[in-house]
């Protein structure tokens, strides 16, 4: 993973290939980290102590995907607390446990990082919102409902002019269908609304930090804007399809990414998505 500072104390850690990125912030009483995968976040550790001597206090995923909430362990010794949303929580207790151990006896070499490793669950799990005040800075976490998974967590903080998005934003990246443990959830039309949501705020932020794929530093709102026009684009592809008479299959084979979104990685990545786009479109209509 490659660290880079996004603000004063605020460290994006982004992964080579597209995989889930993490954050961190480092204040006088202690650091706090946002997402971590069993498998990087070890890395993520490395570099908090590159920085500082400090211990771990927060830490807090945004959603229990495995590549976002199965790396606690490697903090173990700084005994932070775990920060989720209550959904998270029943995730983590039911399939995301049972994932974790199936993964664990894998002789996989991609499971190698579960080998010996146990899952964290997280100590608290809060509705709708909640505001910490840690090291002169406040973190106002937000359950913002169900978009890329069952309870997308972000987290804003206005003295950096930073809010975490967690896999709500994924940047030059097709978007991954948000699953845990083979379960998938995303939901596109509740994604958009949410993305809306935070649009309509009209917070002071100059970066928001993505899930996937590169940080924009000070870019602010257009990152969300151009994720929710992804959807709406892609949508409405799919929709033309279905009203020529097309099958899914027909449009797993046929689909032509529109040539805004060409350069975006991942093309693997599309297969989930237009089966979802296209349950939602025939349920719905929209």
């Known amino acids: 993973m490659t660290m880079k500072q996004i603000a004063d104390n605020v460290h994006f850690m982004e992964h080579p290939t597209g995989s889930s990125n993490a954050t961190f912030v480092i204040t006088n009483d202690g ?12 890395q993520t550790l490395a570099a908090i102590r590159k920085l500082t001597d400090k211990k771990i206090k927060y830490i807090i995923s945004s959603h229990s ?30 399939q995301q446990a049972q994932e974790f151990e199936e993964r664990k006896k894998s002789d996989a070499p991609s499971y190698a990082a579960y080998r010996g490793k146990e899952l964290v669950r997280p100590d608290i799990g809060f509705d709708h919102n909640m505001t910490i005040y840690f090291g002169g800075l406040t973190f106002q976490i937000i359950a913002e409902g169900k978009g890329h998974s069952t309870g997308d967590v972000t987290v804003y903080i206005p003295q950096k002019r930073v809010m975490l998005m967690g896999d709500l934003l994924d940047t030059e990246i097709h978007p991954g269908q948000g699953e845990s443990a083979g379960v998938f959830y995303s939901n596109v039309n509740g994604w958009i609304k949410i993305l809306d949501n935070i649009i309509a705020r009209n917070l002071p932020v100059d970066t928001y930090v993505p899930g996937h794929g590169p940080v924009h530093i000070g870019r602010g709102v257009k990152d969300l804007e151009e994720q929710r026009r992804y959807f709406v684009v892609m949508r409405d592809e799919v929709a033309k399809m279905i009203r020529d008479g097309k099958s899914l299959e027909q449009i797993e084979k046929e689909f032509k990414v529109p040539q805004e979104f060409a350069h975006y990685k991942g093309p693997e990545r599309l297969k989930n998505f237009y089966k979802l786009f296209y349950n939602q479109l025939m349920e719905t209509g929209y």
């Not at 650091?31 to 070890?42: E, G, K, N, Y």
């Open 65 to 94: 995907a495995g590549d976002h909430a199965t790396g606690a362990w490697h903090f173990r010794e700084d005994k932070p607390i775990y920060i989720a949303s209550k959904n998270q929580v029943q995730d983590q207790q039911m």
């Open 31 to 42: 650091a706090l980290v946002f997402d971590f995968d069993i498998r990087t976040a070890d």
